[in-house]
């Protein structure tokens, strides 16, 4: 009998290729959402600590050109924060998107999977079963040679 062969070999590959792809890509945007994220949290801190500064300072005798300044500094930080907050918002879009993409390529090499498998199974029985039958005509003919030998 000839070896197993696989008609959607190609497809199949191609399809594990592809979802090798996109786990790559689901890595890197993973990596830039965090990085995003992280610097996010650096700027929050840094806001923070701009806040922290304003209330430290109630009460003393400050000059109003430093008070300004610091409600200046407060100000330009949450707008920073504020887009900072947006790209966050975009890398984590991106990542579902890409992990979307993951699963569906995933569903579609898991069920070229399956399809395989069950070709491959079909392939082992039908190999089986002819072995078996010429196992089988051998035994047949041996008893007959024998039988027909003896008489």
Same mark, same amino acid.
Request: aromatic residues 8%.
């Given at each position: 009998?000839?070896? =197993?062969?696989?008609?959607?070999? $190609?497809?199949? %590959?191609?399809?594990?290729?592809?979802?090798?792809?996109?786990? !790559?890509?689901?890595?890197?945007? !993973?990596?830039?959402?965090?990085?995003?994220?992280?610097? /996010? +949290?650096?700027?929050?801190?840094?806001?923070?600590?701009?806040? %922290?500064?304003?209330?430290?300072? #109630?009460?003393?005798?400050?000059?109003?050109? +430093?008070?300004?300044?610091?409600?200046? /500094? #407060? +100000?330009?930080?949450?707008?920073?924060? !504020?887009? !900072? $907050?947006?790209?966050?918002?975009?890398?984590? $879009?991106?990542?579902?998107?890409?992990?979307?993409?993951?699963?569906?390529?995933?569903?579609?090499?898991?069920?070229?999977?399956?399809?395989?498998?069950?070709?491959?199974?079909?392939?082992?029985?039908?190999?089986?079963? #002819?072995?078996?039958?010429?196992? %089988?005509?051998?035994?047949? $003919?041996? =008893?007959?040679?024998?039988? +027909?030998?003896?008489?």
């Amino acid at each position: 009998m000839t070896r =197993f062969k696989f008609r959607l070999q $190609t497809p199949y %590959d191609l399809a594990s290729w592809r979802e090798k792809m996109a786990k !790559q890509d689901v890595k890197e945007k !993973q990596m830039v959402y965090d990085r995003e994220e992280e610097c /996010l +949290n650096e700027k929050l801190a840094g806001m923070k600590s701009l806040i %922290d500064k304003e209330r430290s300072l #109630q009460g003393k005798n400050v000059s109003i050109g +430093n008070m300004v300044m610091l409600k200046e /500094l #407060q +100000n330009l930080s949450k707008a920073v924060v !504020q887009m !900072q $907050t947006e790209v966050v918002k975009k890398a984590w $879009t991106e990542l579902e998107e890409s992990r979307h993409e993951l699963k569906e390529i995933s569903k579609e090499k898991k069920s070229m999977e399956k399809l395989r498998e069950r070709r491959y199974a079909r392939y082992l029985y039908e190999w089986r079963w #002819q072995e078996q039958s010429a196992i %089988d005509e051998a035994a047949v $003919t041996g =008893f007959w040679r024998k039988h +027909n030998g003896s008489t």
